[in-house]
């Protein structure tokens, strides 16, 4: 149980492209989930905290108009990186937390890696 | 805010040995203590987690042991196998937020 499927695995676009990103939690409804950044032999660096029906929070230093994040139903969150660059190519990794009163564990999806030419 | 370290950075084990990670954390309100395993190219894989309520929790080849009053909390793995290798990332978190506060990591590799 606790399935997070995560959606492209690999992307390669030109530069100025925006490319949208897919978290679904497969068999838990999920209030809030969670958009991470990870660098080479780094741990994860949290982007945002994405609530379902709310607007997200975005951490210190991360554009929120750059990074839209979209969490329409208990099930489903979108990450979009608009017009990207190079130095927005990364690993970006998602998280979902289940709907249970509590701190309950995140299970994670297994990553996007994004290329930018 | 909350700080985790976490030691070793990478660690080095004879096949069938046993393996230990270590972590602290600062903030007595964090209460919940997971752990993840990441393989290359996959996301983190939630292996292990103790609420601050207990002290111990096993799990076959793995455990997870936690002091409050000393702020810090370990993983134990025995018997250890090739598949264990990979890195592996404590975190922490409290009520307040739910985010987890992560360790730097320590990259496991077993030796055959």
């Known amino acids: 149980g606790a399935v997070v499927s995560q959606h492209p695995s690999w992307v390669i676009c030109k530069s100025g492209t925006s490319v949208k990103i897919e978290c679904r939690s497969l068999?838990?409804?999920?209030?809030?989930m969670f958009w991470y950044r990870q660098f080479p032999k780094q741990s994860l660096m949290l982007m945002a905290t994405?609530?379902?029906?709310?607007?997200?929070?975005?951490e210190q230093g991360v554009e929120k108009d750059k990074f839209l994040i979209n969490h329409a139903s208990l099930t489903l969150s979108t990450l979009t990186v608009t017009s990207a660059h190079p130095e927005d190519s990364s690993f970006y990794i998602c998280?979902?937390?289940?709907?249970?009163?509590?701190?309950?564990?995140?299970?994670f999806g297994d990553g996007t890696r994004l290329s930018i030419l | 805010g909350e700080n985790v370290e976490q030691h070793p950075s990478t660690l080095s084990v004879q096949e069938g040995d046993s393996a230990v990670i270590k972590c602290t954390y600062s903030?007595?309100?964090?209460?919940?203590f997971p752990w993840y395993k990441q393989e290359l190219g996959k996301g983190p894989q939630l292996i292990i987690d103790?609420?601050?309520n207990v002290g111990e929790k096993k799990d076959q080849r793995i455990a997870v042991t936690l002091n409050k009053t000393a702020k810090h909390f370990s993983l134990h793995i025995t018997e250890t196998q090739p598949e264990d290798s990979a890195v592996y990332f404590c975190?922490?978190?409290?009520?307040?937020?739910?985010?987890?506060?992560w360790g730097a990591g320590t990259k496991l590799i077993i030796k055959p």
């Open positions: 903030d007595s309100a964090s209460n919940y």
């Open positions: 975190a922490a978190s409290m009520n307040s937020n739910y985010q987890l506060i």
């Open positions: 103790i609420r601050s």
């Open positions: 068999d838990f409804q999920a209030t809030t």
């Open positions: 994405s609530n379902e029906g709310s607007k997200a929070t975005y």
């Open positions: 998280s979902a937390r289940e709907h249970r009163g509590g701190n309950q564990p995140q299970h």
